[in-house]
């Protein structure tokens, strides 16, 4: 409670800030943020990289990347600006949705080591300054699970109401699936147990029965038992189905949610772990965002941004930035100790589902026109740069991302410009083995069967796209992130300060202007493949500077406090503004 406490405290503290931020320029400047706060909420000013812990390095050529594999690359990921790993999903599986089907969530997949392997490797991230979290996902077991496999044996079992089931085929057994086109019902027979279970997404995925406070309970210790091993946090899995209210005569299109659910695993989480923090996979529209984030940030800490993602790719299909402009505002209020997270890609296909059908027809024509690059009949399964095709334009976006209200997290292999294997079935084309080298199997394994086939033809075949190269390349696209995590280190004004889009008067321009303890930034970016100028007016004061941060140079602002900024097709520029 002294935690929750000291939060809302800190809240109130950021409210007033943001409000001194508008008033009049003779108030008195910002108060300096205390070191403890600045450490409590780190999650403001992250880079989160998200690791596949089979499909990255594989120390001992049983074709399966392993916790000793990572090990081995932490000072790469050290080098890249990493500050936070994310784990997906790596306790024993089988494996049927890429290790989303947990059969023990207390243990490590052989395939990927041993839990003394998984320890060493959190020691060595913590010892480099970098934290690790995991994937939490309690929304669901695999039907291998022991619970599962008692729960349908009979009737009296006390695993029975772990998870829901119906005597009855309930009338909305195939509405609601989160795979349509691949997924059939949200409601199949089991013939053992006799009775309908309740899946939201695949069948062999039975979900938790969260109204049981048993599965709660047993969720806390999960919770604990990682907690307890060095974890930093949990991305929790598919949010709103954790928290939904299932019973056989519930509607899955308009489901129930018990929020206080949230509240409860925050408080909980920090009872054990002041710093730790949920990320929540929560793919709501802005005017739902509130009871995840909880109105004074008892809730979710930090939530991918899906809407905003789902408009910046609009925007970079078209060059129109209205939309992205208007999502960025929609999902601006939110409590300021709370962060979103912003991507590019994650594991997942880019979901265009709160696109209209125009605008999700447009961008399909740009990034994804054939049947085989779409899926679920709303997103795309393609990596970023073959599907960004033009290097300027990944550049653009790797800038946007870093530039934007919140903590950046990328995709392992998207830093050097990995490509796709459509061959693969629904999202395993974007999780093929990390290309370090020219060496064997990308550099990724000495074995001879894989458990995913590295991409070994094309223009993104592992020859001519892997880690060594790029290193040594300057102008790589590597040695780009790496640049734009280094300056995204030095501008905590984005992950602090309060913002502002400002008026560019093209809607092919973005403009971004940060403000906190006193100093200021200036954002710009060029969405259009043809050249751009804009004169802006960053500051209220008639006199002052804009230095760039990408090229050094100083320019002056004019006597009405303008600047007009030149852009090259898909350009940008960084400025920290000085009065």
């Not at 920090?270 to 965002?289: C, F, M, S, T, Y």
């Not at 796709?420 to 974007?430: H, K, V």
């Not at 280094?486 to 008026?503: K, M, Q, S, V």
């Not at 971004?512 to 954002?523: A, K, N, T």
């Amino acid at each position: 409670m002294k935690q929750l406490l000291i939060l809302l405290s800190f809240g109130i503290f950021l409210s007033c800030q943001s409000n001194s931020s508008e008033s009049k320029e003779d108030k008195a400047p910002p108060v300096a943020v205390p070191t403890d706060f600045i450490e409590e909420l780190w999650y403001k000013n992250s880079l989160i990289y998200n690791v596949d812990v089979e499909v990255f390095k594989d120390s001992d050529g049983n074709g399966y990347g392993d916790f000793k594999g990572l090990t081995q690359e932490l000072d790469y990921l050290k080098g890249l600006g990493v500050q936070t790993i994310w784990l997906a999903p790596f306790q024993p599986t089988p494996n049927k949705d890429d290790g989303y089907d947990v059969s023990d969530f207390y243990g490590i997949d052989t395939h990927l080591g041993t839990t003394q392997d998984f320890d060493e490797c959190v020691r060595q991230a913590n010892l480099r300054g970098i934290r690790v979290i995991m994937d939490l996902v309690t929304n669901h077991t695999s039907d291998q699970h022991p619970w599962f496999q008692q729960a349908r044996q009979r009737k009296d079992s006390p695993y029975r109401s772990w998870y829901v089931w119906s005597k009855e085929r309930p009338e909305k057994w195939d509405s609601g699936m989160v795979f349509p086109g691949v997924q059939k019902a949200v409601w199949t027979f089991d013939k053992q147990a006799g009775e309908y279970y309740y899946h939201r997404f695949y069948d062999f995925q039975p979900d938790l029965n969260m109204q049981n406070p048993a599965v709660v309970q047993e969720m806390r210790k999960i919770i604990r038992y990682w907690l307890d091993k060095g974890i930093a946090g949990f991305r929790v899995d598919a949010v709103p189905f954790l928290i939904e209210v299932a019973n056989p005569g519930f509607d899955p299109d308009k489901p129930q949610h018990q929020f206080d659910m949230i509240t409860q695993l925050h408080q909980y989480v920090q009872w054990h772990k002041r710093d730790a923090i949920l990320l929540g996979e929560a793919n709501v529209d802005p005017k739902e965002q509130e009871p995840y984030f909880g109105k004074q940030g008892e809730g979710i800490h930090t939530m991918f941004n899906f809407f905003a993602n789902q408009h910046l790719f609009y925007a970079l299909a078209t060059s129109d930035t209205k939309s992205l402009k208007k999502a960025l505002i929609d999902t601006k209020n939110i409590p300021a100790t709370s962060q979103w997270a912003h991507f590019l890609r994650n594991h997942d296909e880019i979901d265009l589902g709160r696109l209209s059908d125009e605008e999700r027809k447009k961008v399909y024509a740009k990034f994804g026109p054939d049947a085989n690059m779409q899926l679920y009949d709303r997103g795309i399964r393609r990596r970023l740069a073959p599907m960004l095709a033009d290097p300027r334009l990944v550049e653009l976006a790797y800038s946007v991302l870093f530039s934007l209200p919140g903590m950046p997290v990328i995709r392992y292999g998207e830093e050097i410009g990995m490509g796709d294997d459509l061959r693969l079935n629904e999202r395993l084309s974007i999780r093929t083995p990390m290309q370090w080298s020219t060496g064997t199997n990308a550099g990724f394994s000495e074995g001879t069967k894989l458990v995913r086939p590295v991409i070994s033809d094309g223009p993104y075949r592992y020859s001519r796209v892997n880690v060594a190269a790029q290193r040594a390349d300057s102008a790589s696209l590597l040695n780009r992130v790496t640049r734009f995590a280094r300056l995204r280190r030095e501008c905590p004004e984005i992950g602090w300060g309060t913002w502002e889009l400002l008026d560019t008067g093209s809607e092919n321009v973005l403009a971004i202007r940060y403000d906190w303890q006193g100093r200021s930034l200036l954002m710009v970016h060029n969405f259009s493949a043809a050249p751009k100028s804009c004169t802006l007016k960053p500051s209220q004061k008639t006199k002052g500077s804009a230095r760039n941060l990408l090229s050094k140079k100083v320019e002056q602002l004019d006597q009405q406090g303008n600047i007009t900024i030149p852009l090259a097709g898909y350009g940008y520029s960084w400025y920290r503004l000085t009065n």
